[in-house]
C-alpha cells in the first residue's frame, strides 16, 4: 500500500476543495481508509473514514460540510471539503488499513500518505 494525497492549497473562507489519497497497491476495495489533520502545534486528528463497504464516519467539527467518498476502480478516495473555515486549515493525511472496528485514532492506520496543505483564510 502506498498512499499519495493531493489537491490541497489556500481558499478563502466559505471556499470548496477536493482533497485525494490515490494507493498504487492492488488491494485498494478491501481497505478502510481515513483522512486526518494536524494544524500547527496541534496534534493529528480524525476527519473522516470511510470503510470498504463504504460506511462512513466523520468528526462532529465537519458534519454536514465536507463528504467523504472512494472510486475502488481508480484505487482513490477523496474529500469533498465546504463551507471551508479557517480552523480547518492543517495538513491534511490519509490512512489505510485492513483491521476494522476502530477508526478514530492515529494508531488505528497502518499506512499514511505524506499530507496535503489546506490554508483557509478570513
Known amino acids: 500500500v502506498q498512499l499519495q494525497a493531493s489537491g490541497g492549497g489556500s481558499v478563502r473562507t466559505g471556499g470548496s476543495l477536493r482533497l485525494s489519497c490515490a494507493n498504487s497497491g492492488r488491494t485498494f476495495g478491501s481497505l478502510n481508509m481515513g483522512w486526518f489533520r494536524q494544524a500547527p502545534g496541534k496534534e493529528r486528528e480524525f476527519v473522516a473514514a470511510?470503510?470498504?463497504?463504504?460506511?462512513?464516519y466523520y468528526a462532529e467539527s465537519v458534519k454536514g460540510r465536507f463528504t467523504i467518498s472512494r472510486d475502488n476502480t481508480m484505487n482513490t478516495m477523496y474529500l469533498q471539503m465546504s463551507g471551508l473555515k479557517p480552523e480547518d486549515t492543517a495538513v491534511y493525511y490519509c490512512?489505510?488499513?485492513?483491521?476494522?472496528?476502530?477508526?478514530?485514532?492515529?494508531?488505528?492506520?497502518?499506512?499514511w500518505g505524506q499530507g496535503t496543505l489546506v490554508t483557509v483564510s478570513s
Open positions: 490512512g489505510a488499513t485492513y483491521s476494522g472496528g476502530s477508526y478514530r485514532y492515529v494508531a488505528d492506520y497502518r499506512y
Open positions: 470511510i470503510f470498504w463497504i463504504r460506511t462512513t
